[in-house]
T-cell receptor, first 110, second 117 residues
């Protein structure tokens, strides 16, 4: 079963703009991870944030985690056409398999 | 980093035939591997957990007699879709945890696209 929801389900922005995607989940977690998936391709791991962390950066990516609200956000700054993909959050409870959200389809228009 | 491979990357078969998909951890041992299925424009749904040397654990709604999982070694798990039908057409992705080094990291294979005609 799926852990939670991402919103928006789809997002279309102009190149250079920032894109923000949100993820909510239901249970306590060990960590939360964000993945990217280009159409018809495999998953690319973007970033992992642990339950005791509140914010993490990686290049143009910024992830926040609010465990009290059971939510996380992924911000992509200065978006590029190559960022067009589906983005999924996945919650990790430890040794159990990752549980994925429904994903956000991002389109960056050049 | 750790690598997980899948073979084949895509397969087209006739309805009623069986298809085997292999998942290998290339540079680490995985006592547990996971099989996910993804339909177009949807998320990954966990199908089953594959345990080395024992029976797989299936998620609710997944037919164990249709999706046969064998985890014969610490580096290989196979998923066999038996008597495949068009509704089984999907993207199948396996993953494994490298508990020997970084237990929190789950590595994903590149996926296998199955089209049943």
């Amino acid at each position: 079963s799926q852990q939670g929801e991402e919103d928006p389900q789809a997002l279309s922005i102009q190149e250079g703009e920032n894109a923000t995607m949100n993820c909510s989940y239901k249970t306590s977690i060990n960590n939360l991870q964000w993945y990217r998936q280009n159409s018809g391709r495999g998953l690319v791991h973007l970033i992992l944030i642990r339950s005791n962390e509140r914010e993490k950066h990686s290049g143009r990516l910024r992830v926040t985690l609010d465990t009290s609200k059971k939510s996380s956000s992924l911000l992509i700054t200065a978006s590029r056409a190559a960022d067009t993909a589906s983005y999924f959050c996945a919650t990790d409870l430890g040794v159990t398999p990752l549980v994925f959200g429904k994903g956000t389809r991002l389109s960056v228009i050049a | 980093g750790a690598v997980v491979s899948q073979h084949p990357s895509w397969v087209i078969c006739k309805s009623g035939t069986s298809v085997k998909i292999e998942c290998r951890s290339l540079d680490f041992q995985a006592t547990t591997m996971f099989w996910y299925r993804q339909f177009p424009k949807q998320s990954l749904m966990l199908m089953a957990t594959s345990n080395e040397g024992s029976k797989a654990t299936y998620e609710q709604g997944v037919e164990k007699d249709k999706f046969l999982i064998n985890h014969a070694s610490l580096t290989l798990s196979t998923l066999t879709v038996t008597s495949a039908h068009p509704e089984d057409s999907s993207f199948y992705i396996c993953s494994a945890r490298d508990l020997g080094v970084a237990g929190e990291t789950q590595y994903f294979g590149p996926g296998t696209r199955l089209l049943v005609l």
